[in-house]
C-alpha cells in the first residue's frame, strides 16, 4: 500500500471516529434533559400526603 493511500484510509478513520463521537453526544445530551424532565414530573406530581394512612378491613 502506497503512502496515499494510507493516508487516505486514516483520514477516512477520524473522521468516521469523530462523526461517531459527536452522534454519541448529541444522544449524551437528549438523554441528561430526558432525566431533567422526568425528575421534574416526578417533583409536580409529588403529595406529601399521600401514604400516611393505611385503611384495612378485615
Not at 2 to 10: E, G, K, P, R
Not at 24 to 47: C, I, P, R, T, Y
Amino acid at each position: 500500500m502506497d503512502i496515499a493511500a494510507l493516508s487516505v484510509a486514516m483520514n477516512q478513520a477520524a473522521l468516521s471516529q469523530a462523526a461517531s463521537l459527536k452522534v454519541m453526544h448529541m444522544a449524551k445530551g437528549q438523554a441528561e434533559q430526558q432525566g431533567q424532565n422526568l425528575v421534574q414530573m416526578m417533583n409536580a406530581s409529588l403529595n406529601p400526603d399521600v401514604g400516611k394512612n393505611l385503611d384495612i378491613r378485615v
